[in-house]
């Protein structure tokens, strides 16, 4: 057996523990050894639908309580799961059925595991020819022994799209799995009888799937899991939960900080408890310091510790987890000079930023880089570069895919010797902490400065009516001589003239008081309409298409 796959079976023999799903209206509570009981029945399942060793399996579910022992049953096949990306409400069903049948064809699927609530998808895949299981049928399978795996083999393709929209999925194997679990696990400390994860992040997100169900299914973490849905209703739930079963680990991007300190502010004296939260990681976009700050400041009154809001860096090229905080650290702040940040690429720290005579900048720090995980920043000849020098940013090791499948077949992400360029911007400071600084595509270049266009979104998303997470800057003529850019927001006022005249008006000023120049064009659009990833990130490049 693979590490990670003997762990797993281990820890559903010995432990206690095991995950709640199903709040508010039906909390259940299963122990990972309940779920490999399930599992093992599914595996039966699969086993008799022909799914075997190193075949690859599309996974469509939306409950955690299905996922959690499908995933688990196909790996006892040695077979590997892609999670599908999910059809909403608004989605274009003819369009998704394109999609996802090339990325099945892409990762040469055996069959679609599908569960709630897309068993209405079933015909549109039999018509396309895609043999489809359903997660009803498999509970009621044989009890199945697990098949040997090895570290080789691969255990997740992570859907991840490419610059130019295009599928890919990221490779990753048994051993990238065990590795990346206890590189985050250790640095944590964490501690299986006391700590308990809260997640309402979506499963087929690299974040919520390693950190959330892959991670504590191995370790016999005790997790609580919701859907985005759940979250996205109700987002006082998150807090209510953590309130209810004393969490003390979870994790979200930035906008959703943003919405719950919000909501926070509004709740009544006395009606949450979130005294018990070791970690609250910020990830997966980037990281604003004010966000934190506020989130802080209105969790004061419920005991949230502010020395547990930590930005982290993660990746699904690198299982997951880049660069963590040791525990208890907080939000540390690179405070840096933003003229020769932009102008010279050079991160020189500003002692007293009161008394600057220049602007500043004030970058949250992501932590070191977890055990078994080299970086270096290089520059445009991929030479390494010293301390505080901004350029990309690379990383070696054992948890680092070997590559992307892709629609041309396989792609190598690894140079001779093993380094991954990330495409991502950023510095090390002196003590060895990650800064980035932004995607080295999205950079806009005006008067021989690099601007980055998340210092561009925050300014944007001060201005009151722009609804938190939901501004985006965009780079106009890039590759001519003279580039801008456009900044496209949305707001639930869109329909009001008058306050989206004073909404453009107030982005353009809060704009250039933080860069220097102006943009080119304020758009404010309703809610949902930015196009954005299956992981509800913005997609910069998509929102250039959507203005050209």
């Not at 991954?420 to 005006?446: A, P, Q, S, W």
């Not at 997470?469 to 927001?489: I, M």
């Amino acid at each position: 057996m693979s590490r990670f796959t003997d762990e797993m079976y281990a820890t559903a023999r010995t432990s206690v523990r095991g995950l709640v799903t199903g709040e508010p209206d039906a909390p259940l509570r299963r122990t990972w050894g309940e779920i490999h009981r399930i599992a093992r029945r599914m595996a039966g399942g699969l086993a008799a639908a022909g799914i075997g060793y190193s075949d690859a399996v599309g996974v469509l579910a939306g409950m955690p309580v299905d996922i959690a022992p499908a995933c688990q049953g196909i790996w006892m096949r040695g077979a590997s799961i892609t999670m599908l990306h999910q059809p909403t409400p608004r989605t274009d069903l003819e369009m998704w059925a394109h999609d996802t049948e090339t990325v099945l064809r892409m990762i040469e699927a055996r069959a679609v595991v599908l569960g709630a609530p897309f068993e209405l998808a079933a015909p549109i895949l039999l018509e396309r020819g895609i043999d489809v299981v359903l997660i009803d049928d498999l509970r009621t399978g044989e009890d199945t022994d697990p098949l040997p795996t090895s570290e080789s083999d691969i255990a997740l393709q992570q859907l991840t799209s490419g610059s130019t929209g295009s599928p890919k999925a990221v490779r990753i194997t048994h051993s990238s799995f065990f590795v990346n679990a206890y590189a985050m696990f250790d640095r944590v400390k964490f501690q299986l009888d006391d700590d308990v994860m809260v997640s309402w992040l979506p499963l087929f997100h690299d974040m919520g799937m390693v950190g959330f169900l892959s991670v504590p299914m191995q370790f016999g973490a005790e997790v609580v899991c919701v859907t985005p849905l759940d979250f996205l209703r109700r987002p006082i739930l998150w807090a209510e939960l953590i309130s209810k079963y004393r969490g003390t680990v979870t994790a979200a991007p930035n906008f959703a900080y943003s919405l719950l300190a919000r909501k926070l502010r509004n709740a009544e004296d006395g009606a949450l408890d979130l005294s018990s939260v070791r970690y609250m990681w910020n990830g997966a976009e980037p990281v604003d310091a004010d966000t934190m700050e506020a989130l802080a400041e209105a969790g004061k009154r419920f005991g949230l510790n502010p020395m547990a809001l930590t930005p982290v860096y993660g990746m699904a090229e690198t299982t997951l987890a880049v660069s963590l905080p040791d525990p208890g650290r907080g939000q540390i702040l690179d405070i840096v000079d933003a003229d020769l940040l932009e102008a010279l690429g050079k991160a020189v720290p500003v002692r007293d930023p009161e008394h600057h005579h220049g602007n500043v900048r004030r970058l949250p720090t992501l932590g070191y880089l977890v055990d078994n995980l080299e970086g270096r920043v290089v520059d445009a000849n991929r030479e390494a570069l010293p301390v505080r020098s901004v350029g990309v940013i690379e990383l070696r090791g054992p948890a680092v895919t070997s590559g992307y499948t892709t629609v041309e077949g396989f792609r190598s992400t690894q140079d001779a010797d093993g380094w991954l360029d990330t495409g991502d911007i950023g510095y090390f400071t002196e003590d060895n902490l990650v800064v980035v600084c932004g995607r080295i595509k999205d950079v806009i270049i005006m008067g021989g400065r690099n601007i980055y266009p998340t210092d561009i979104e925050r300014a944007a998303l001060r201005v009151k009516g722009v609804r938190p997470g939901n501004a985006v800057a965009v780079r106009l003529d890039a590759g001519q001589k003279r580039e801008s850019f456009a900044v496209v927001v949305e707001s639930n006022d869109h329909q009001n003239s008058e306050e989206v005249r004073r909404i453009e008006h107030d982005i353009v000023h809060a704009v250039f008081s933080e860069v220097g120049v102006r943009p080119r064009s304020v758009t404010v659009l309703g809610p949902g309409a930015l196009p954005k990833t299956s992981s509800g990130k913005l997609r910069r490049s998509a929102t250039a298409d959507h203005l050209s």
